[in-house]
T-cell receptor, first 112, second 114 residues
Framework: GQQLNQSPQSMFIQEGEDVSMNCTSS?????WLWYKQEPGEGPVLLIA?????ELTSNGRLTAQFGITRKDSFLNISASIPSDVGIYFC????????????FGPGTRLSVLP | ETGVTQTPRHLVMGMTNKKSLKCEQH?????MYWYKQSAKKPLELMFV???????ENNSVPSRFSPECPNSSHLFLHLHTLQPEDSALYLC?????????????FGPGTRLTVL
């Protein structure tokens, strides 16, 4: 089946640092979504990307849709303690209709 | 209520019990989904409904039975589950549009099967 790889699997950073994580696949996607999940809650949509090369920001978050359509990255600037959580990417394939494929997640810890 | 709600938030059941999970969306969406989230594994899509018709069933065991009576409500009926079915069960909805189809998730039901 289709798979997404996310890296790093986990990261520990100091408050105030910038964070970068990415999502890669051997398949082409036509939509990329980035979600954040906190303990005991469902994933919350952060950013949606629809065009190759698209760069979209949401506050301190910036995400890009890779030119090859096989990858995407998420950057968080000036991290704060509430950024702690698991960040998931999800890709939608042309021929899969509504269905998204989810990555395994990047677990982010922010040290004060 | 706004967004996607799920009840109960926590459920403990024995292997011989029958229980149901409920999901309700207040977003006017046409598609609803059930996902299973287990520790250290990617989200697993279980069922997809579009306009109350099931469009996807990813080889889910028959002990899980979905029901979508209308576009705002989705149920997951559980019967004779196994301990390995313990997980977080997430419901999601989406507009079901051709291009802009972000999925919005509920908070999940944490299921423990004894």
């Amino acid at each position: 089946g289709q798979q997404l790889n996310q890296s790093p699997q986990s990261m520990f950073i100091q408050e105030g640092e910038d964070v970068s994580m990415n999502c890669t696949s051997s398949s082409i996607f036509n939509t990329w979504l980035w979600y954040k999940q906190e303990p005991g809650e469902g994933p919350v949509l952060l950013i949606a990307l629809y065009k190759a090369g698209e760069l979209t920001s949401n506050g301190r978050l910036t995400a890009q849709f890779g030119i090859t359509r096989k990858d995407s990255f998420l950057n968080i600037s000036a991290s704060i303690p509430s950024d702690v959580g698991i960040y998931f990417c999800a890709g939608q394939l042309y021929n899969y209709g509504q269905n998204f494929v989810f990555g395994p997640g990047t677990r982010l810890s922010v040290l004060p | 209520e706004t967004g996607v709600t799920q009840t109960p938030r926590h459920l403990v059941m024995g292997m011989t019990n029958k229980k149901s999970l409920k999901c309700e969306q207040h977003l006017g969406h046409n598609a609803m989904y059930w996902y299973k989230q287990s520790a250290k594994k990617p989200l697993e899509l279980m069922f997809v409904y579009s306009l109350e018709e099931r469009v996807e069933n990813n080889s889910v065991p028959s002990r899980f039975s979905p029901e979508c009576p209308n576009s705002s409500h989705l149920f997951l009926h559980l019967h004779t589950l196994q301990p390995e079915d313990s997980a977080l069960y997430l419901c999601a909805s989406s507009p079901d549009g051709a291009l802009y189809n972000e999925q919005f998730f509920g908070p999940g039901t944490r299921l423990t099967v004894l």
